[in-house]
């Protein structure tokens, strides 16, 4: 148990230390040097070093034991194998599809957003087209004024768009990048 400890970084004293799988002040996880098995009184997790592995690399029991065998060098297995890296490979490329598939969620929101709006003011000035034509008395100020500034806001809102394409695109190269270099 002491061996795997010291590959994470941790230290004990008098057997005890701060529980990784907690936030503490105070050490609450105890060390059993004759068992080698561990207990953190403060989140009631505990047991062998298998379980400590299995816990801190949210593993399953198979990939436990790999991950020991190859920290400690037994020969259980193959020694270019790193079961530590693969794990860590899967959940990094599975957070990048995360972030990526929001990315993407939050510019689809946008355009949507934008086009309804452009939408809506496109109906809006239809309906004063139509009053325009018979009804000109009828026609507020703001109204007026939104009729001669509608072009210029459809244009901006079509420029917000193309930006979000080109951000989308930039997400797109840098996932990309990321998984090439991996």
Not at 86 to 105: I, N, P, S, T, W
Request: hydrophobic content about 30%.
């Amino acid at each position: 148990m002491e061996q795997i400890l010291d590959l994470y970084g941790y230290r004990t004293k008098k057997g005890f230390m701060c529980c990784p799988f907690h936030g503490e002040k105070e050490p609450s996880l105890k060390v059993y040097k004759n068992t080698g098995g561990w207990h953190c009184y403060g989140c009631e997790r505990g047991g062998s070093v298998i379980d400590f592995v299995m816990e801190h690399e949210r593993c399953k029991f198979p990939d436990a034991v790999r991950a020991i065998d190859h920290a400690l060098h037994m020969g259980l297995m193959d020694p270019n194998e790193n079961p530590f890296e693969a794990d860590r490979e899967k959940r990094r490329q599975a957070a990048l599809d995360d972030f990526v598939k929001a990315v993407y969620d939050y510019c689809d929101m946008l355009i949507k957003k934008i086009e309804h709006d452009q939408l809506r003011d496109y109906k809006r000035l239809m309906e004063l087209e139509d009053l325009r034509d018979g009804q000109i008395q009828k026609i507020s100020a703001d109204d007026w004024t939104f009729m001669l500034s509608w072009k210029e806001e459809d244009q901006y809102n079509n420029y917000r768009i193309d930006k979000i394409n080109e951000f989308r695109e930039e997400v797109a190269a840098w996932r990309r990048k990321a998984r090439r270099t991996g």
